[in-house]
């Protein structure tokens, strides 16, 4: 199994380019989910999906959109990059819609740079 | 301020020794979970802990959870170079959205020394 795969590993854009950072599981686990990094502040969750069609919020969804059409695959949309979007995005994936409940497993994350 | 909060902020140690790492959080949770990260990794699970448990073991990992103090600590024993990474609590908690939340604190950079 390759587990939870990301590309881009790295990414520059400028303010206001759009891009799509894509996220595949192959383990057939149920809940997804987008993080982002930023120093001093953790991971804050923007969007998670418990099955495919099923998406919703997080803690910082505002400039970011989600859809999941197949269960391996969940694709984080910028709309607009800002400089404030420049952080390290995750990907994870459980077995159980609860994920609250259960271990979560990490992509290897991408690195995104706005200037 | 966040759910979960690690102390210290930074550890480093000597290979051999033992290392500690604390959490603290502010509200009733489900389970408390550990993960590390690697430098430029992502994250890992190690250790879960529900809220009905007061320890747990995983190789040279060692987890305790006091829910009346709100705060977990995670302590390695006889640490290797290898060890040196992030660390980070991550709080389950019941209700609000039908599935539950997870919150992560900002996490504890531990660094051995060879």
């Known amino acids: 199994n390759a587990g939870v795969t990301q590309t881009p590993k790295f990414q520059v854009l400028k303010t206001g380019q759009s891009m799509t950072l894509q996220c595949a599981q192959d383990m057939n686990h149920e809940y997804m989910s987008w993080y982002r990094q930023d120093p001093g502040m953790g991971l804050r969750l923007i969007h998670y999906?418990?099955?495919?069609?099923?998406?919703d919020q997080g803690e910082v969804p505002n400039g970011y959109n989600v859809s999941r059409s197949t269960t391996e695959d969940f694709p984080l949309r910028l709309l607009s990059a800002a400089p404030s979007q420049t952080s390290v995005y995750f990907c994870?994936?459980?077995?159980?819609?609860?994920?609250?409940?259960?271990?979560?497993?990490f992509g290897p994350g991408t690195r995104l740079t706005v200037l | 301020s966040q759910q979960g909060e690690e102390d210290p902020q930074a550890l480093s140690i000597q290979e051999g020794e033992n290392a500690t790492m604390n959490c603290s959080y502010k509200t009733s949770i489900n389970n408390l979970q550990w993960y590390r990260q690697n430098s430029g990794r992502g994250l890992v699970h190690l250790i879960l802990i529900r809220s009905n448990e007061r320890e747990k073991h995983s190789g040279r990992l060692r987890v305790t959870l006091d829910t009346s103090k709100k705060s977990s600590s995670l302590l390695i024993t006889a640490s290797r170079a290898a060890d040196t990474a992030s660390y980070f609590c991550?709080?389950?908690?019941?209700?609000?959205?039908?599935?539950?939340?997870?919150?992560f604190g900002q996490g504890t950079i531990l660094t051995v020394h060879p």
């Open positions: 994870a994936s459980s077995y159980s819609i609860l994920a609250a409940y259960n271990e979560q497993f």
């Open positions: 999906s418990v099955g495919a069609g099923i998406t």
């Open positions: 991550a709080t389950g908690i019941a209700g609000g959205t039908s599935y539950g939340k997870l919150t």
